[in-house]
């Protein structure tokens, strides 16, 4: 693909028409049975989870739901999960881990719902409970971000063994706006600002968090997603078939060291 800068990845990672966890489940998933509810304190639509067969294994899918119109998002709280939807994607988490099944989980969204509502029922709890558990869990688990992954929010669904990104697909600690808002009090230099988080999978990938790069038709998944999906399913395929030839407890380790190495330096010794 033509050489893009950070912001324009954003923009297209943002882009309305990109494939969404609805259509991920239609291409490369068959059978999908969705399971609703946290089973503590409701539904929330803002995550989509279930079991399904891929390839004809079975497997446990979950992701963050964005949709297309107005309408339709506010349905699904334009992909902000509140506690409960992270309560759910635990308990299928859980479920998965019971009945041996690989996990796959889709990631597009801005961060977790940051309301005052969301707060009071442990929105903070919730993000790190997904944490903790995702990093004991004994099956294969792999993480797509495949449009916008920012903050905690995105990281309750990404303790992974593998951690992919869609070539134009962005992964950061907050957005943009935020971080521009942050550092220089002005939102409206949120351009100047990707350019500094390394949010873009090629710098991602250079840092060590995510382990590939899924490639994208000229001009973005949106422009030709049938090619994009099918992309994504060669790449769930390998990554999957790998660490399905290891234990459960080489799994386990060998994620939590994964993610202990991250941000670790080397001090040098004076000569």
């Known amino acids: 693909m033509t050489e893009l800068t950070a912001a324009q990845r954003v923009a297209i990672a943002r882009h309305p028409q990109r494939p969404n966890i609805t259509d991920y489940i239609g291409a490369l998933f068959t059978d999908f049975f969705e399971q609703h509810g946290d089973?503590?304190?409701?539904?929330?639509?803002?995550?989509?989870?279930?079991?399904?067969?891929?390839?004809?294994?079975?497997?446990?899918?979950?992701?963050?739901?964005?949709?297309?119109?107005?309408?339709?998002?506010?349905?699904?709280?334009?992909?902000?999960?509140?506690?409960?939807?992270?309560?759910?994607?635990?308990?299928?988490?859980?479920?998965?881990?019971?009945?041996?099944?690989?996990?796959?989980?889709?990631?597009?969204?801005?961060?977790?719902?940051?309301?005052l509502e969301a707060e009071a029922q442990g929105q903070g709890e919730a993000i790190a409970r997904n944490l903790y558990e995702m990093s004991r869990l004994t099956v294969p688990v792999i993480a797509v971000v495949t449009g916008e992954g920012n903050s905690g929010g995105a990281l309750a669904l990404g303790v992974a063994d593998r951690v992919l990104m869609l070539e134009n697909a962005v992964y950061a600690?907050?957005?943009?706006?935020?971080?521009?808002?942050?550092?220089?009090?002005?939102?409206?230099?949120?351009?100047?600002?990707?350019?500094?988080?390394?949010?873009?999978?090629?710098?991602?990938?250079?840092?060590?968090?995510?382990?590939?790069?899924?490639?994208?038709?000229?001009?973005?998944?949106?422009?030709?997603?049938?090619?994009?999906?099918?992309?994504?399913?060669?790449?769930?395929?390998?990554?999957l078939a790998e660490l399905s030839r290891q234990s459960g407890a080489a799994l386990a380790a060998g994620r939590y060291q994964k993610f202990r190495r991250m941000g670790a330096s080397v001090q040098k010794e004076d000569p």
């Open 173 to 239: 600690i907050l957005s943009p706006e935020g971080f521009a808002s942050i550092l220089w009090k002005d939102a409206g230099r949120h351009e100047e600002a990707c350019g500094l988080m390394k949010l873009t999978a090629p710098d991602l990938l250079r840092l060590g968090v995510i382990d590939d790069i899924i490639p994208e038709p000229e001009g973005g998944a949106h422009l030709a997603p049938r090619a994009a999906l099918g992309e994504t399913d060669r790449f769930l395929s390998r990554h």
């Open 39 to 115: 089973r503590l304190s409701g539904e929330d639509g803002a995550v989509l989870g279930g079991v399904a067969l891929y390839h004809g294994r079975p497997v446990t899918v979950i992701g963050t739901r964005k949709e297309r119109t107005v309408e339709e998002n506010l349905r699904c709280n334009f992909g902000m999960p509140s506690p409960a939807g992270y309560r759910k994607a635990l308990r299928l988490m859980r479920q998965a881990e019971k009945f041996r099944r690989p996990v796959f989980t889709f990631i597009d969204t801005s961060g977790a719902y940051p309301g």
